[in-house]
């Protein structure tokens, strides 16, 4: 639509990031858990917001959207997009798999993904011409979200449609959970190089003070143990550390190693 799109990150609670998407002038916010700094950021640029979109319904990424619809002072209201299947009250347009968000201002085009699983209305959002993905807490750098509502075999099925997205997807995620994650992902794949060269890089982020949220698609095939579950070095990480007694099928696995990382210190 147009090639002149910003990302804002902007940093809330412990660990969260919100996003915003803007052109200079209209703006879009996803999961906006906390209204302050989102409206101190808006304010900051000057930017009108023209939308709000949301993943989940967890407070942390809802929170602000009382407050935020409340500043606004004109009409018409701010739309508000969110999944149909996670119950919501301030949804004012509910979404299915494959809907599609127009919005003029600021202008992009997001195709919605349902990915049950962290809860079971979860939905991502991707903008098919930028190749931006933003995917709440079902996908993190390194890691994966917490199955609190679906199944083990419904979250490995939603990441399993996160991962046929382009390699060169940038993954906004809602938390900064990286170094964390990696660190576990390094005790399943002590071999993997391509693991060992991202921590360096990452820790190198976070040493700096920098985020290390967007995460790429193709990185995350790389190094993210969620994604490699197939993979015969993820399963002999999972045999020789005692979480299967043998193989078994992929969804068996999946929630042996997410067990595994809800208990490591
Ligand atoms: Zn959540």
Redesign the pocket.
């Given at each position: 639509m147009n090639n002149s799109l910003t990302m804002l990150t902007v940093p809330a609670f412990q660990d969260n990031y919100l996003w915003i998407i803007h052109n200079g002038k209209h703006a879009v916010v996803v999961d906006p858990g906390d209204a302050t700094p989102i409206l101190h950021a808006l304010a900051q640029h000057k930017l009108i917001l023209s939308a709000i979109l949301l993943t989940?319904h967890?407070a942390?990424?809802i929170g602000g959207v009382p407050e935020l619809l409340a500043s606004n002072t004109e009409l018409p209201p701010i739309p508000v997009y969110g999944p149909a299947n996670d119950n919501i009250p301030a949804i004012t347009h509910p979404l299915h798999e494959g809907n599609i968000v127009h919005l003029p201002e600021p202008g992009i085009n997001l195709s919605v993904i349902e990915v049950p699983g962290?809860?079971l209305g979860h939905i991502a959002y991707f903008a098919p011409e930028e190749h931006w993905l933003f995917c709440?807490?079902t996908l993190f750098a390194g890691g994966c979200?917490r199955i609190f509502e679906g199944t083990p075999a419904q979250m490995l099925s939603s990441l399993d449609k996160l991962v046929g997205l382009p390699d060169d997807t940038l993954v906004f995620c809602a938390h900064e959970y990286t170094m964390g994650n990696l660190r576990f992902a390094e005790t399943v794949e002590p071999d993997n190089q391509q693991l060992a060269q991202r921590i360096a890089v990452e820790r190198a982020k976070r040493d700096r003070g920098q985020p290390t949220v967007p995460t790429q698609i193709g990185l995350e095939k790389q190094t993210n143990p969620f994604l490699r579950i197939r993979e015969p070095s993820v399963i002999a990480g999972l045999l020789k550390h005692q979480k299967i007694d043998a193989s078994a099928d992929d969804a068996t696995n999946f929630y042996a190693l997410r067990e595994w990382k809800n208990n490591f210190a």
């Open positions: 989940h967890h942390d990424h962290h809860t709440g807490d979200g």
